[in-house]
């Protein structure tokens, strides 16, 4: 189907947007109007631009308070199209949205409303366009797509049709089964947009937390079979108001839109091979970030492995967990993840799907005999690579005879990632359309130093899990120093004998943490005071399912570890403690009081 994203989705001036649009393969756009009335350029430039970067121009958008008016009004109104109309004909766009009425004077009669409509299609059709009438969820009058459908079958006007847009309908409670019976040829146009499920006002909700297909709760493929189903054939267009979208770089938030629609279509997509876990954890670090980090690790249980046959990068194992630290990627002073390997059952089909998603792969830099390591590259700069579940990867490292005394970590749980404020969402579905991570229910807390969300997301295995983080709000200047945290959490069987074996700083938990622990989830004494002396954190879901866990203190500006036992199937990631965690990790910090145990 043609694919088309309507101006307001992006930021910048009317020129950026269609650059952004143009760029990112949409084949139209909706011009919304106020992106016009700001625009030096003229509407036949605008025309010109489009056809020059191959863009139809599908919608002209929105046209308000028009239905259901008194008299004199009405005839303004009809005026006040005529104008739009000439617009739109110097544009060459063949289709103007109508949306329903906010106006205090509009009047509560359908017969009014399609008499006014049928009028409005008469002039339209004088100018050769044709009207898309669409439902706001909040309109004075007529707020369901069932109610709009009503007037325009009222009407019966050729040049007067529906506009059905997902956000409006499955915001509201009517059952959208019945677009599948609109009369074939009646739905002129179909605009997208997710959301998440959020108990609020639906205007406000609609203004500032549309999202893209995948990115929220809606049903979106749901949607667009039912339009289908009514005989449906224009364009798939996108129409997402988002205050972060406004503020990003158009033509990132454009590729995120294009990735939202290949993904909602799923047409000939490459599908997903299964993933067995991660291969490795890959930092970044300097002569500064490296001694220290090589220090937690051997007191973590790791040993220095490997070393790269051609590079500066070394391989630090136990068990089922390697990091791979490398010196030859700059980075300024802290260390970071900067990549990180998962193992894939076919890794050309996982670079294929990434590739159609338009993220395609880049080839490491090798020597000859050297693994072929193939990166994708997620919004937040980190590469993933791709690995075999053969794990080439390792030949490319010379044993260097050492190996790990353990503390009984087993493998890689998870990776905790916060993302740039920009590209939270665009990462959710970056996971979710490329490597098949579904995510489970977002969570929200409040930090010591701001609100935050977190989304985590897995495959069906749980070898692939995946902890996204954001501030609610762009950081404050106030914020700590400890910016865009990053962890690797490992597992292991029995996390009180692991913790004993550590030979760490470990974060001081305070007392009131441990006091309320038991109060809320009515715990034995022994058990909190075991947890209480050496840090361990404790949460447990509605099944009875329970983690265990504790956290290194945060090496340099940036990572940090944590080490956590799963029980009874326990599958979350223990967001409940991250504000203890960061008030501890932050404590730690100022006073340097991580006490050996
Ligand atoms: O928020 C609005 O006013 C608005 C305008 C035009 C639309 O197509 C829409 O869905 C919402
Ligand atoms: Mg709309």
Redesign the pocket.
């Known amino acids: 189907m043609r694919r088309s994203i309507a101006t307001v989705c992006v930021s910048g001036t009317l020129e950026d947007k269609l650059a952004a649009a143009a760029a990112a393969g949409f084949d139209g756009i909706e011009i919304f109007e106020n992106d016009l009335v700001v625009s030096s350029l003229s509407p036949r430039e605008v025309r010109e631009r489009c056809a020059d970067l191959g863009l139809t121009i599908e919608l002209y958008?929105?046209f308000r308070d028009f239905e259901a008016m008194p008299d004199p009004l009405f005839r303004k109104n009809l005026d006040r199209a005529a104008r739009k109309f000439e617009v739109m004909a110097e544009l060459g766009v063949g289709t103007m949205?109508v949306?329903s009425s906010v106006h205090p004077e509009a009047v509560d009669d359908d017969d009014l409303a399609a008499g006014q409509l049928s009028d409005l299609s008469d002039l339209a059709s004088d100018f050769g366009v044709r009207i898309a009438y669409?439902a706001?969820a909040w309109g004075r009058h007529v707020s369901t797509w069932d109610h709009s459908w009503r007037i325009v079958q009222r009407a019966d006007h050729p040049s007067l049709g529906l506009?059905l847009?997902s956000?409006?309908v499955l915001s509201r409670e009517v059952d959208p089964a019945g677009i599948a019976d609109i009369t074939p040829g009646k739905i002129f146009f179909l605009?997208l947009a997710d959301a998440p499920y959020l108990r609020m006002d639906v205007?406000q909700w609609?203004?500032h937390h549309r999202l893209f297909p995948g990115q929220g709760a809606f049903d979106l493929a749901g949607f667009v079979d039912l339009t289908l189903a009514a005989g449906y054939d224009g364009p798939l267009s996108l129409?997402v108001?988002n205050d972060v979208f406004r503020q990003a770089d158009p033509a990132r938030t454009a590729v995120d839109a294009m990735r939202s629609l290949i993904a909602l279509e799923d047409a000939g997509l490459p599908g997903f091979p299964d993933l067995s876990g991660y291969a490795f954890t890959e930092f970044a670090v300097d002569a500064n970030s490296g001694p220290e980090l090589r220090g937690t690790l051997r007191g973590l249980g790791f040993a220095h492995t490997g070393q790269h046959r051609t590079k500066p990068v070394e391989l630090w194992e136990q068990s089922g967990c390697r990091i791979v630290l490398n010196s030859a990627v700059a980075r300024p002073q802290t260390a970071a993840i900067t990549a990180f390997a998962i193992s894939s059952a076919d890794p050309s089909q996982s670079l294929q799907r990434a590739e159609a998603l338009l993220a395609p792969a880049h080839p490491n830099v090798r020597e000859p005999g050297e693994a072929e390591l193939a990166a994708i590259t997620a919004p937040d700069g980190t590469s993933v690579f791709v690995t075999d579940s053969a794990n080439d990867w390792r030949n490319d490292f010379l044993p260097t005879g050492s190996t790990a005394a353990g503390a009984g970590l087993l493998g890689t749980d998870h990776l905790g990632l916060a993302q740039p404020f920009d590209h939270f969402d665009e990462a959710g579905l970056f996971y979710h359309s490329v490597l098949g991570l579904s995510p489970l229910s977002t969570e929200e807390y409040a930090a010591p130093f701001g609100l935050m969300r977190s989304r985590a997301l897995t495959n069906k295995a749980g070898s692939i899990r995946l902890a996204l983080s954001v501030s609610l709000l762009r950081r404050g200047d106030w914020a700590p120093a400890v910016s865009d945290p990053q962890h690797v959490a490992f597992t292991t069987a029995d996390i009180v004998t692991t913790a004993s074996a550590l030979d760490l700083p470990r974060l001081s938990i305070p007392d009131n943490y441990y006091a309320d622990l038991a109060a809320r989830f009515a715990l034995p004494d022994d058990f909190v005071s075991t947890l209480r002396s050496h840090g361990i954190l404790y949460d447990r879901d509605s099944g009875g399912g329970e983690l265990l866990h504790l956290y290194t203190p945060v090496l340099g500006g940036r990572v940090f570890f944590e080490i956590l036992e799963r029980r009874g199937g326990y599958d979350r990631f223990g967001e409940a403690n991250a504000p203890v965690r960061m008030a501890a990790q932050r404590h730690s910090r100022l006073t340097s009081s991580s006490v050996r145990p």
């Open positions: 958008q929105p949205l949306c669409e706001l506009c847009d956000f409006h605009q205007l609609s203004r129409e108001f």
